[in-house]
Structure formats: structure tokens, C-alpha cells
């Protein structure tokens, strides 16, 4: 079983989108957004460097497969993947991403706001309409994920904050489950259909159960 995130620090894995027309310079003013907020909450970021692309970001199918090969060299420490959209970003480059990677972990997708009073072509993001493009291409391909309270948000802003514990809180979950074994003592009494679960469900997710008759814990017991 993984370790948890109360054993070590949260790991991130994290996707900068980033789209051709849009202006690239948002990348690096997310890269440090992003650096105060994992720095304020201990999370270590597996992310590709300024050099190893345009930025940092992922665009091309070549990005994306520099970022995916990447994550699966820290495959046994990241947590979770975060999809920063400074900009519109390109939906098939995230996917492409996190489908090649192979990781099985939640992904949370963070858009930036629009400043309504700097909506030039230096300054329009657009990541609202991004967001929504890349969330479709994420259920095309079968890709579980979290979204923000908001539709979009500023990394430093509260409601973000919040949104990115809940998610740590989530890979916390995930991690301290999978691989697990768990023991059942007695069988569930009839009358109580609200506690059934499936094993065989169970198992599919790495999580394993034994039984055990309560007639041998009452026989040991005595």
C-alpha cells in the first residue's frame, strides 16, 4: 500500500495547459501562483521545468508525452495531478497527458478568471471555455475528476485554498484504501439493506475482504 499523505508530504503531480494564440507568459505567472500555494501547504510539485517545454506548460503531443513519461518516474510518489489553465489550454494535450502517464489517481482541474478590464489579446485567458473543453475530453477518455466550488478561480484566492485541501483530503483517502485488507466479523443481519456492499466491486479497486463467523470470535472469547 502507497503511503499516505500523513506519512510524507502531498505530491502533486501538475498539467500547466497552455494554447498557441493564447499569451504564453500566463504559464509562468501560474508556475508562480502555484509555487506559494505548495509552498504555504507542503505539497512537493512533480511538473516539467521552464526548459523541458514552452514554459513548463503542455501543449503538443510532444509536451505531452514529455510530461506523462515524467509522472511515471515519480508514479510511486505522486498523490494526485492538478490541471493548472492559465489560459485555454489545449484539452487534448491534458489527456494525453494523464492517459499516457497510466497514473490511477484524482485529478483536479483549476481554471484561471478572466480580469474583465485586461481582456486583450496580451492578457485574455478564456479558461472558463478551457475548462469545460478539457472536463469533456476527460469523460471521452474514461478520466475520473474533481472540479473547483467555482468554475474558475485565482490560485491564491480562499475558496481555491479550500478546494485544494478537500482534494488532498480526497488523495488521502485513496491512497490509505487502495491496497487494503479488510475483515468482516459476522454476517450482516437481514433487516439491514443499507450496509450491503460488493467484494468482488471491493477487489476490482485493490481492496481485499476476509470473513470471519462471529461464532468463532464468541467461541474464542468464552
Known sequence: MN?????????????????????????????????????????????LGENDSKLG??????????????????AEEIDGVLVCLPNFG?????????????????????G????????SPARRRDSFCGKISVANNLVQAGIKFSLTQKHVCHPASPSFEVDLQKFLGVCRVVNGVRGVRLGAVGARPGAFNTVRYSEKIL????????????????????
Not at 510524507?8 to 495547459?17: A, D, Q, R, S
Not at 509536451?63 to 506523462?68: F, I, L, Q, S
Not at 484561471?112 to 481582456?119: S, T, V
Open 3 to 47: 503511503p499516505t499523505l500523513s506519512q510524507k508530504p502531498p505530491t502533486l503531480g501538475v498539467i500547466y495547459g497552455n494554447r498557441d494564440f493564447f499569451p504564453d507568459q500566463l504559464v509562468s505567472e501560474a508556475r508562480a501562483d502555484l509555487a506559494k500555494v505548495f509552498a504555504k501547504f507542503g505539497i512537493k510539485a512533480i511538473q
Open 57 to 74: 506548460g503542455v501543449e503538443t503531443h510532444a509536451e505531452a508525452r514529455k510530461c506523462a513519461d515524467l509522472f511515471r518516474k515519480h
Open 90 to 110: 489545449d484539452e487534448k494535450g491534458v489527456a494525453d497527458t494523464l492517459k499516457m502517464s497510466k497514473l490511477n489517481v484524482p485529478v483536479l482541474i483549476q
Open 112 to 119: 484561471y478568471p478572466d480580469d474583465l478590464k485586461q481582456l
Open 203 to 222: 477487489e476490482r479497486h485493490g481492496i481485499s475482504v476476509t470473513t470471519v463467523d462471529l461464532s468463532e470470535i464468541i467461541g474464542k472469547a468464552n
